[in-house]
Nanobody, 114 residues
Framework: QVHVVESGGGLVQAGGSLRLSCAASGIFFRFYAMAWYRQAPGKQRELVANITSSGSVNYADSVKGRFTISRDNTKNTVYLQMNSLKPEDTAVYLC????????WGQGTQVTVSS
């Protein structure tokens, strides 16, 4: 059975930092491309960052220079380090694993106060 579980969300003041984690089990993690998406109330889900199985990364323009995605294949975990957070970063952050199948976590809430 496949499980994708996010953690690390919370409430933070503008300018602060958070580190999200996404642990996956039941999949051959190292073959999967991993991504973080976010969805704010009334808005479409958007890609925040992704990292391929070989380690190539890609970021949304809105988070470039502030967020860093990384993965640890020994722990089947992908991370999202978020610095210089802004109120507009407030959203539910969801983890996605994609290879032969596509799996999603339940999400973790990030709230940035001004």
């Amino acid at each position: 059975q496949v499980h994708v579980v996010e953690s690390g969300g919370g409430l933070v003041q503008a300018g602060g930092s958070l580190r999200l984690s996404c642990a996956a089990s039941g999949i051959f993690f190292r073959f999967y491309a991993m991504a973080w998406y976010r969805q704010a109330p009334g808005k479409q889900r958007e890609l925040v960052a992704n990292i391929t199985s070989s380690g190539s990364v890609n970021y949304a323009d809105s988070v470039k220079g502030r967020f860093t995605i990384s993965r640890d294949n020994t722990k089947n975990t992908v991370y999202l380090q978020m610095n210089s957070l802004k109120p507009e970063d407030t959203a539910v952050y969801l983890c996605n694993a994609e290879w032969r199948n596509d799996y999603w976590g339940q999400g973790t809430q990030v709230t940035v106060s001004s």
